[in-house]
């Protein structure tokens, strides 16, 4: 990677240099040209090359220089002497260096001798040129630097913005987790008395879903299949509990189960349907269902979890730790690219409820 990037930095380079002393060319050549005259186009080619060759040399001593010793707010005073003195030597460097080039390469070329006239004169005539192109390459430099490091900011602020979000989720998963297991043990604790073999298969349900969920503790996403089998484990827990008083019921589109869901996103809906439908009060003799359901519509992802309880009795809907901890993941995650909406079902009479969810729908290749 860092030999592949200086063979392009060299390539920009040198294509750099090259471009700019043909453009020198064939101004001067077609200059001469416009004035009715001729000349054999070796010399101004050498010429301009050899100009734009060393210009590109001492390029890179300038510009260590610049970075070495930037002229900052506080700093330029005291050091734009060092650039003065960096000016006069570069300068004659590259008058020299212009006119050894040229005189080797003038007689390789059968032009014959350079004469490159009165040469205290010739550093003199050269200078005004060389200020202009130190000052061009000073400024350039500054400029780019101030920008890299602009972008370099803007890359750690993108940086330290998503560090921020990946640990609010993090806290997020940590607010929920105890909040359901506190719940789950309550469940248990509940059953044990009355029906040990329940309780006993609730706590191995317990288990096993305590250990899926450390499977996923680092990963924010999840295919939907993997988390169906997460909730899967919640569900028996509830079997257990409620027996045939709970029906849940399961449909997701053949083509949804491989996109990428929020992990554990599943559970706490389920957890405060079976709550809104009261299941879980003394009060509550018939039957409850809950009805999961996912499906893909126009590039979203839908979930949606119902009950057909009248929440009697329990706080109201949405102001749950659940609801509002998947809200917030949900913002996190997918920013606008998102909704989340929990309310009674229409035209039933106060009973029922329903969230949803709409995500973008994403598979496993698409993050990778």
Request: aromatic fraction near 8%.
């Amino acid at each position: 990677m860092r030999e592949r990037r200086a063979f392009r930095s060299g390539a920009l380079w040198l294509g750099a240099v090259f471009g700019i002393g043909l453009l020198f060319f064939l101004y001067h050549y077609l200059e001469v040209l416009a004035q009715g005259q001729t000349q054999n186009p070796l010399r101004p080619f050498i010429s301009e090359l050899t100009g734009a060759l060393t210009a590109g040399l001492l390029f890179f001593p300038i510009r260590a220089l610049v970075r070495k010793l930037p002229l900052t707010r506080t700093a330029w005073p005291r050091r734009l002497p060092v650039y003065l003195a960096a000016l006069i030597v570069v300068g004659l460097a590259a008058t020299t260096l212009m006119w050894g080039l040229r005189s080797l390469l003038y007689p390789l070329a059968g032009l014959g001798a350079y004469d490159y006239g009165v040469m205290p004169v010739r550093y003199l005539m050269e200078f005004p040129l060389q200020v202009i192109w130190f000052t061009g390459v000073v400024v350039g430099v500054h400029v780019w630097d101030a920008l890299a490091a602009a972008r370099q900011r803007e890359l750690r602020a993108a940086q330290l913005e998503g560090s921020l979000a990946r640990a609010e989720l993090r806290n997020l998963r940590l607010q929920l987790q105890p909040h359901f297991l506190f719940n789950a043990l309550n469940t248990i604790s509940a059953t044990m008395y009355d029906d040990p073999r329940a309780a006993d298969e609730m706590l191995a349900q317990l288990a096993e879903l305590l250990r899926a969920s450390l499977r996923t503790a680092q990963t924010d996403e999840v295919p939907l299949h993997e988390e169906l089998a997460v909730l899967d484990c919640y569900l028996a827990i509830l079997r257990a509990r409620f027996g045939d008083r709970l029906t849940v019921s399961i449909d997701t589109d053949p083509g949804v189960t491989g996109a990428l869901v929020p992990s554990m996103i599943l559970q706490p809906l389920v957890e405060n349907a079976v709550r809104h439908g009261n299941l879980e009060g003394a009060e509550r003799l018939g039957r409850g269902t809950v009805a999961i359901r996912a499906r893909q519509e126009d590039g979203h992802l839908i979930l949606e979890v119902e009950d057909d309880g009248n929440g009697a009795g329990s706080a109201a809907p949405g102001t749950g730790l659940g609801l509002s901890g998947t809200a917030e993941r949900l913002h996190l995650l997918y920013g606008d690219d998102q909704t989340f909406t929990a309310g009674f079902l229409a035209g039933k009479g106060g009973e029922g409820f329903r969230v949803r969810a709409t995500l973008p729908l994403r598979h496993i290749e698409e993050r990778l």
